[in-house]
Protein backbone atom coordinates (compact mmCIF):
# COMPACT_ATOMS: atom_id res chain seq x y z
CA UNK A 1 0.00 0.00 0.00
CA UNK A 2 1.45 3.50 -1.16
CA UNK A 3 1.97 5.73 1.80
CA UNK A 4 0.08 9.02 1.88
CA UNK A 5 2.34 12.46 0.84
CA UNK A 6 2.10 14.81 2.98
CA UNK A 7 4.77 17.57 0.77
CA UNK A 8 4.72 17.34 -2.65
CA UNK A 9 7.14 19.43 -4.46
CA UNK A 10 7.58 20.02 -8.06
CA UNK A 11 10.14 21.93 -9.82
CA UNK A 12 10.27 24.63 -7.06
CA UNK A 13 12.30 27.60 -7.63
CA UNK A 14 12.96 31.37 -6.03
CA UNK A 15 14.90 34.24 -7.79
CA UNK A 16 15.63 37.32 -6.01
CA UNK A 17 16.68 40.96 -7.09
CA UNK A 18 20.00 42.01 -5.26
CA UNK A 19 22.09 45.14 -5.93
CA UNK A 20 25.57 44.71 -7.81
CA UNK A 21 28.20 45.56 -5.89
CA UNK A 22 29.02 49.67 -5.35
CA UNK A 23 25.51 50.08 -6.75
CA UNK A 24 24.26 51.19 -3.46
CA UNK A 25 21.89 54.56 -3.96
CA UNK A 26 23.16 56.96 -0.83
CA UNK A 27 20.14 58.98 -0.81
CA UNK A 28 16.68 59.32 -1.88
CA UNK A 29 17.22 61.29 -4.95
CA UNK A 30 19.47 58.90 -6.11
CA UNK A 31 17.05 56.45 -5.24
CA UNK A 32 14.52 57.68 -7.46
CA UNK A 33 16.59 58.40 -10.14
CA UNK A 34 17.70 54.71 -10.52
CA UNK A 35 14.18 54.05 -10.31
CA UNK A 36 13.13 56.03 -13.02
CA UNK A 37 16.13 54.77 -15.35
CA UNK A 38 14.53 51.56 -14.67
CA UNK A 39 11.07 52.22 -15.99
CA UNK A 40 12.22 53.86 -19.06
CA UNK A 41 14.49 51.42 -19.75
CA UNK A 42 11.83 48.66 -18.99
CA UNK A 43 12.85 46.93 -15.63
CA UNK A 44 16.77 46.87 -16.40
CA UNK A 45 18.20 49.31 -14.93
CA UNK A 46 21.75 47.61 -14.66
CA UNK A 47 22.24 48.24 -10.81
CA UNK A 48 20.01 45.01 -10.09
CA UNK A 49 21.17 41.66 -10.53
CA UNK A 50 19.06 38.34 -10.42
CA UNK A 51 19.69 35.02 -8.26
CA UNK A 52 18.03 31.68 -7.79
CA UNK A 53 18.07 31.04 -4.30
CA UNK A 54 16.27 27.50 -5.12
CA UNK A 55 15.77 26.33 -8.00
CA UNK A 56 14.44 23.41 -9.55
CA UNK A 57 14.01 21.64 -6.16
CA UNK A 58 11.45 18.43 -6.50
CA UNK A 59 10.80 15.95 -4.22
CA UNK A 60 7.87 13.81 -1.85
CA UNK A 61 7.39 13.68 2.04
CA UNK A 62 5.19 10.85 3.21
CA UNK A 63 3.06 11.36 6.36
CA UNK A 64 4.77 10.67 9.51
CA UNK A 65 8.83 11.30 8.12
CA UNK A 66 10.98 12.93 9.56
CA UNK A 67 13.03 15.13 7.15
CA UNK A 68 16.27 17.27 7.90
CA UNK A 69 17.20 19.56 5.29
CA UNK A 70 20.71 20.14 5.40
CA UNK A 71 23.72 22.17 3.20
CA UNK A 72 26.19 24.73 3.68
CA UNK A 73 25.47 28.36 4.28
CA UNK A 74 23.28 29.93 1.36
CA UNK A 75 22.63 26.88 -0.01
CA UNK A 76 18.55 27.69 -0.18
CA UNK A 77 17.34 25.71 3.34
CA UNK A 78 15.23 28.68 4.58
CA UNK A 79 13.91 29.71 1.20
CA UNK A 80 12.80 26.13 0.58
CA UNK A 81 10.90 25.77 4.28
CA UNK A 82 9.34 29.68 3.39
CA UNK A 83 8.05 28.93 0.25
CA UNK A 84 6.51 25.41 2.03
CA UNK A 85 4.97 27.51 4.26
CA UNK A 86 4.16 30.30 1.76
CA UNK A 87 5.82 33.01 3.42
CA UNK A 88 6.95 33.60 0.16
CA UNK A 89 5.83 32.90 -3.06
CA UNK A 90 7.58 30.63 -5.88
CA UNK A 91 9.21 31.97 -8.98
CA UNK A 92 8.83 28.84 -10.73
CA UNK A 93 7.01 25.23 -9.72
CA UNK A 94 4.57 24.23 -7.14
CA UNK A 95 4.00 22.51 -3.89
CA UNK A 96 0.82 20.52 -2.52
CA UNK A 97 0.77 20.26 1.14
CA UNK A 98 -1.78 17.98 2.92
CA UNK A 99 -2.22 18.64 6.60
CA UNK A 100 -2.32 21.59 9.27
CA UNK A 101 0.77 23.19 8.97
CA UNK A 102 3.44 24.69 11.75
CA UNK A 103 5.87 27.01 11.23
CA UNK A 104 8.39 28.21 13.28
CA UNK A 105 11.23 29.63 10.86
CA UNK A 106 13.05 32.61 12.68
CA UNK A 107 13.22 33.65 16.16
CA UNK A 108 10.07 35.59 17.47
CA UNK A 109 8.10 35.72 13.71
CA UNK A 110 5.28 37.41 14.22
CA UNK A 111 6.02 38.63 17.78
CA UNK A 112 5.36 42.31 18.46
CA UNK A 113 7.96 43.78 20.90
CA UNK A 114 5.79 46.55 22.56
CA UNK A 115 3.46 43.36 23.56
CA UNK A 116 3.56 41.03 26.61
CA UNK A 117 3.95 37.30 26.27
CA UNK A 118 0.40 36.87 26.76
CA UNK A 119 -0.15 39.01 24.20
CA UNK A 120 2.02 37.57 21.87
CA UNK A 121 0.83 34.25 22.39
CA UNK A 122 -2.00 34.72 21.25
CA UNK A 123 -0.71 37.27 18.76
CA UNK A 124 1.26 34.34 17.35
CA UNK A 125 -1.25 31.49 17.58
CA UNK A 126 -3.77 33.51 15.40
CA UNK A 127 -0.82 34.19 12.78
CA UNK A 128 -0.51 30.07 12.72
CA UNK A 129 -4.23 29.50 12.33
CA UNK A 130 -5.39 28.96 15.98
CA UNK A 131 -8.64 30.01 17.01
CA UNK A 132 -8.77 32.56 20.16
CA UNK A 133 -10.58 29.80 22.32
CA UNK A 134 -8.10 27.14 21.02
CA UNK A 135 -5.26 29.07 22.49
CA UNK A 136 -7.03 30.17 25.63
CA UNK A 137 -7.37 26.04 26.65
CA UNK A 138 -3.78 25.51 25.76
CA UNK A 139 -2.71 28.93 27.22
CA UNK A 140 -1.40 26.83 30.77
CA UNK A 141 0.73 24.15 28.57
CA UNK A 142 2.00 26.99 26.45
CA UNK A 143 3.75 28.90 29.63
CA UNK A 144 4.96 25.84 31.18
CA UNK A 145 6.62 24.30 28.03
CA UNK A 146 8.34 27.54 27.72
CA UNK A 147 9.20 27.74 31.13
CA UNK A 148 8.54 31.47 31.18
CA UNK A 149 5.49 32.05 33.68
CA UNK A 150 7.03 35.02 36.04
CA UNK A 151 7.67 36.63 32.69
CA UNK A 152 4.57 35.97 31.06
CA UNK A 153 3.11 39.82 31.07
CA UNK A 154 6.57 41.46 30.41
CA UNK A 155 6.62 42.85 26.84
CA UNK A 156 8.75 40.76 24.63
CA UNK A 157 11.12 43.52 23.63
CA UNK A 158 12.96 42.90 26.70
CA UNK A 159 13.38 38.78 26.30
CA UNK A 160 16.43 37.40 25.58
CA UNK A 161 17.22 35.43 22.48
CA UNK A 162 16.13 31.82 24.75
CA UNK A 163 12.97 33.37 26.08
CA UNK A 164 11.95 34.29 22.31
CA UNK A 165 12.59 31.30 21.02
CA UNK A 166 11.06 28.89 23.98
CA UNK A 167 7.65 30.75 23.65
CA UNK A 168 7.79 31.13 20.11
CA UNK A 169 8.52 27.26 19.40
CA UNK A 170 5.97 26.10 22.65
CA UNK A 171 2.55 28.03 20.42
CA UNK A 172 3.68 26.64 17.18
CA UNK A 173 4.19 23.28 19.25
CA UNK A 174 0.89 23.61 20.43
CA UNK A 175 -0.59 23.92 16.74
CA UNK A 176 -0.72 20.07 16.90
CA UNK A 177 0.35 20.37 13.53
CA UNK A 178 -0.10 17.88 11.09
CA UNK A 179 2.90 19.00 9.40
CA UNK A 180 6.00 21.01 11.54
CA UNK A 181 8.57 23.19 9.98
CA UNK A 182 11.77 24.15 12.14
CA UNK A 183 14.48 25.99 11.08
CA UNK A 184 17.78 26.52 13.34
CA UNK A 185 15.35 27.42 15.82
CA UNK A 186 17.25 25.37 18.71
CA UNK A 187 20.22 26.84 18.09
CA UNK A 188 19.66 29.72 20.50
CA UNK A 189 18.17 27.58 22.82
CA UNK A 190 19.84 25.76 25.73
CA UNK A 191 20.95 22.31 26.29
CA UNK A 192 17.77 20.97 28.42
CA UNK A 193 15.24 22.96 26.43
CA UNK A 194 16.96 21.54 23.08
CA UNK A 195 16.32 18.24 24.86
CA UNK A 196 12.71 18.86 25.43
CA UNK A 197 11.92 19.78 22.14
CA UNK A 198 13.67 17.04 20.80
CA UNK A 199 11.07 15.23 22.36
CA UNK A 200 8.66 16.79 21.69
CA UNK A 201 9.56 16.24 18.28
CA UNK A 202 9.64 12.48 18.87
CA UNK A 203 6.17 12.37 20.38
CA UNK A 204 4.64 14.17 17.43
CA UNK A 205 6.54 11.88 15.24
CA UNK A 206 4.61 9.12 17.18
CA UNK A 207 1.58 10.54 16.28
CA UNK A 208 1.84 10.46 13.03
CA UNK A 209 3.32 14.25 12.30
CA UNK A 210 5.39 14.78 9.80
CA UNK A 211 8.33 17.22 10.54
CA UNK A 212 11.21 19.20 8.19
CA UNK A 213 14.39 20.23 10.05
CA UNK A 214 16.94 22.90 8.90
CA UNK A 215 19.89 22.48 11.03
CA UNK A 216 23.79 23.10 11.19
CA UNK A 217 23.46 20.44 14.00
CA UNK A 218 24.52 16.84 12.39
CA UNK A 219 23.92 15.22 15.94
CA UNK A 220 20.21 16.36 16.21
CA UNK A 221 19.38 15.45 12.31
CA UNK A 222 21.32 12.08 12.48
CA UNK A 223 19.02 11.70 15.80
CA UNK A 224 16.02 12.88 14.52
CA UNK A 225 16.02 11.89 10.84
CA UNK A 226 16.70 8.98 8.73
CA UNK A 227 16.55 10.74 5.35
CA UNK A 228 17.78 14.03 4.48
CA UNK A 229 17.62 16.42 1.71
CA UNK A 230 21.00 18.33 0.94
CA UNK A 231 21.05 21.68 -0.83
CA UNK A 232 23.94 23.13 -2.93
CA UNK A 233 23.43 26.10 -4.55
CA UNK A 234 19.73 26.22 -4.37
CA UNK A 235 19.55 22.33 -5.72
CA UNK A 236 18.55 19.22 -4.75
CA UNK A 237 21.98 17.06 -4.74
CA UNK A 238 21.03 14.35 -2.54
CA UNK A 239 17.75 12.95 -1.25
CA UNK A 240 18.58 9.76 0.59
CA UNK A 241 19.64 7.89 3.51
CA UNK A 242 21.09 10.53 6.49
CA UNK A 243 24.15 8.65 6.97
CA UNK A 244 25.25 9.31 3.10
CA UNK A 245 24.08 12.70 3.17
CA UNK A 246 25.87 13.49 6.36
CA UNK A 247 28.99 12.42 5.10
CA UNK A 248 28.37 14.35 1.74
CA UNK A 249 28.09 17.48 3.54
CA UNK A 250 31.16 16.55 6.07
CA UNK A 251 33.26 16.53 3.12
CA UNK A 252 32.07 19.38 1.60
CA UNK A 253 32.38 21.57 4.60
CA UNK A 254 36.08 20.54 4.78
CA UNK A 255 38.65 23.07 4.77
CA UNK A 256 35.64 25.85 4.23
CA UNK A 257 36.08 29.13 5.72
CA UNK A 258 35.23 29.18 9.30
CA UNK A 259 31.84 31.47 9.72
CA UNK A 260 33.16 33.62 12.47
CA UNK A 261 36.56 34.66 10.25
CA UNK A 262 36.17 37.87 8.06
CA UNK A 263 39.32 38.67 6.07
CA UNK A 264 39.39 42.42 5.49
CA UNK A 265 42.96 42.19 3.31
CA UNK A 266 42.61 42.50 0.16
CA UNK A 267 44.81 39.14 -0.41
CA UNK A 268 44.61 35.92 1.67
CA UNK A 269 48.19 35.50 3.46
CA UNK A 270 47.80 31.75 3.90
CA UNK A 271 45.59 28.84 3.25
CA UNK A 272 45.21 25.20 4.87
CA UNK A 273 45.77 23.51 1.49
CA UNK A 274 44.72 19.97 3.21
CA UNK A 275 43.95 19.11 7.43
CA UNK A 276 43.61 15.58 7.96
CA UNK A 277 42.27 13.88 11.21
CA UNK A 278 44.14 10.43 12.06
CA UNK A 279 43.52 7.83 14.79
CA UNK A 280 46.50 6.31 17.39
CA UNK A 281 46.96 3.78 14.40
CA UNK A 282 47.96 6.68 12.35
CA UNK A 283 44.49 6.02 10.12
CA UNK A 284 42.27 8.72 8.68
CA UNK A 285 39.24 8.70 10.66
CA UNK A 286 35.23 9.90 11.81
CA UNK A 287 35.12 8.45 14.92
CA UNK A 288 37.75 8.71 17.58
CA UNK A 289 37.01 6.32 20.84
CA UNK A 290 36.95 7.51 24.26
CA UNK A 291 40.60 8.20 26.34
CA UNK A 292 42.11 7.76 22.34
CA UNK A 293 44.66 10.45 21.57
CA UNK A 294 43.95 12.58 17.83
CA UNK A 295 46.48 13.32 15.38
CA UNK A 296 45.81 16.69 13.39
CA UNK A 297 47.83 16.66 10.41
CA UNK A 298 48.23 20.63 8.64
CA UNK A 299 49.14 21.39 5.41
CA UNK A 300 49.50 25.21 4.68
CA UNK A 301 50.63 27.48 1.92
CA UNK A 302 51.29 31.21 2.79
CA UNK A 303 51.45 33.99 0.08
CA UNK A 304 53.90 36.10 2.42
CA UNK A 305 55.74 35.41 5.38
CA UNK A 306 54.17 34.84 8.60
CA UNK A 307 55.74 36.04 11.53
CA UNK A 308 56.12 33.52 14.52
CA UNK A 309 52.73 32.12 13.96
CA UNK A 310 50.55 30.33 16.68
CA UNK A 311 48.96 27.38 15.23
CA UNK A 312 45.44 26.93 16.66
CA UNK A 313 43.08 23.80 17.03
CA UNK A 314 39.65 24.24 18.21
CA UNK A 315 36.76 21.77 19.00
CA UNK A 316 33.16 22.55 18.67
CA UNK A 317 30.12 20.70 19.63
CA UNK A 318 27.78 20.05 17.33
CA UNK A 319 25.52 22.82 19.12
CA UNK A 320 28.58 25.23 18.61
CA UNK A 321 29.62 25.33 22.04
CA UNK A 322 33.45 25.69 22.25
CA UNK A 323 35.11 22.77 24.10
CA UNK A 324 38.71 23.07 23.97
CA UNK A 325 41.61 25.05 21.83
CA UNK A 326 45.49 23.77 21.47
CA UNK A 327 47.69 26.42 20.38
CA UNK A 328 51.20 26.11 19.76
CA UNK A 329 51.92 29.22 21.05
CA UNK A 330 50.67 28.96 24.06
CA UNK A 331 52.61 25.21 24.55
CA UNK A 332 55.65 26.98 23.84
CA UNK A 333 56.14 25.67 20.54
CA UNK A 334 59.03 28.57 18.48
CA UNK A 335 58.32 28.91 15.15
CA UNK A 336 59.72 32.04 14.28
CA UNK A 337 58.26 32.46 10.46
CA UNK A 338 56.80 30.04 7.79
CA UNK A 339 56.67 31.34 4.34
CA UNK A 340 55.64 29.04 1.10
CA UNK A 341 54.30 25.44 1.78
CA UNK A 342 54.40 23.34 4.78
CA UNK A 343 53.20 20.52 7.30
CA UNK A 344 52.02 20.64 10.72
CA UNK A 345 51.13 17.83 13.11
CA UNK A 346 49.73 18.35 16.74
CA UNK A 347 48.69 15.28 18.34
CA UNK A 348 46.31 15.97 21.13
CA UNK A 349 45.45 14.38 25.10
CA UNK A 350 43.62 11.42 25.76
CA UNK A 351 40.30 12.57 24.53
CA UNK A 352 37.60 13.12 27.28
CA UNK A 353 34.80 14.88 25.28
CA UNK A 354 31.41 13.48 26.26
CA UNK A 355 30.01 11.49 22.82
CA UNK A 356 28.74 13.41 20.26
CA UNK A 357 29.61 15.45 16.68
CA UNK A 358 32.22 17.84 16.59
CA UNK A 359 33.79 20.07 14.43
CA UNK A 360 37.64 20.61 14.48
CA UNK A 361 38.86 24.00 13.69
CA UNK A 362 42.25 25.33 12.55
CA UNK A 363 43.27 29.09 13.22
CA UNK A 364 46.66 30.95 12.58
CA UNK A 365 47.20 33.90 14.22
CA UNK A 366 50.29 35.90 13.39
CA UNK A 367 53.14 37.23 16.24
CA UNK A 368 51.95 34.62 18.75
CA UNK A 369 48.26 36.75 19.88
CA UNK A 370 48.09 38.57 16.68
CA UNK A 371 46.29 38.79 13.86
CA UNK A 372 44.39 35.88 12.70
CA UNK A 373 45.41 35.30 8.88
CA UNK A 374 43.47 32.25 8.81
CA UNK A 375 40.86 30.13 9.96
CA UNK A 376 39.38 26.90 8.27
CA UNK A 377 37.30 23.66 9.14
CA UNK A 378 39.50 21.07 9.37
CA UNK A 379 37.27 18.47 9.56
CA UNK A 380 34.07 16.42 11.35
CA UNK A 381 34.15 13.21 14.22
CA UNK A 382 32.69 11.40 16.18
CA UNK A 383 33.74 10.59 20.06
CA UNK A 384 32.60 7.30 20.66
CA UNK A 385 31.86 6.37 24.72
CA UNK A 386 32.13 3.12 25.87
CA UNK A 387 29.17 3.08 28.64
CA UNK A 388 27.36 6.83 27.37
CA UNK A 389 25.89 6.06 23.82
CA UNK A 390 24.22 9.45 22.90
CA UNK A 391 25.03 12.92 24.26
CA UNK A 392 25.35 13.50 27.78
CA UNK A 393 25.13 16.67 29.85
CA UNK A 394 28.37 19.05 29.92
CA UNK A 395 31.83 18.80 27.80
CA UNK A 396 33.72 16.96 29.11
CA UNK A 397 33.58 13.41 31.39
CA UNK A 398 36.32 12.81 33.49
CA UNK A 399 36.35 9.54 35.90
CA UNK A 400 36.37 10.61 40.05
CA UNK A 401 36.53 8.60 43.14
CA UNK A 402 34.04 7.27 44.26
CA UNK A 403 33.10 6.11 47.97
CA UNK A 404 29.88 4.65 49.30
CA UNK A 405 29.25 4.69 53.27
CA UNK A 406 26.14 2.71 54.12
CA UNK A 407 23.60 2.76 56.95
CA UNK A 408 23.51 -1.02 58.95
CA UNK A 409 19.68 -1.91 58.50
CA UNK A 410 18.18 -1.83 62.38
CA UNK A 411 16.95 -5.70 61.86
CA UNK A 412 19.80 -6.54 61.57
CA UNK A 413 22.13 -4.30 64.28
CA UNK A 414 18.95 -6.06 66.53
CA UNK A 415 19.93 -9.60 65.94
Not at 34 to 62: H, M, P, R, Y
Not at 177 to 202: H, S, T, W, Y
Amino acid sequence: MSKEIAISAHGLGKRYMRRAAGSRSDSLRDALKNGFKSVLSGGASGTQETFWALKDASFEIARGENVGIIGLNGAGKSTLLKVLSRITTPTTGSARISGRMGALLEVGTGFHGELTGRENTFLYGAILGMSRAEVARKFDAIVDFAEIGEFIDMPVKRYSSGMYVRLAFAVAAHLDPDILLLDEVLAVGDFMFQRKCMNFAADLEKKGATILFVSHNMFSIKSMCERVIYLKRGQVVYDGPTDVGLKMYEDDSRLTVSSWFHDESPKPSMTITDAQLLDESGKETGVIDYGQRLTVRIHYKTFRPIEQPDFRLGINRSDEIHCSTYSSYADGVNIPMIDGEGMLELRTAPMTLVSELYTANISVREKGYGRTVCAQVAGHFHLRHPVFASNAFGVYHESGEWRLETAVPKILAAG
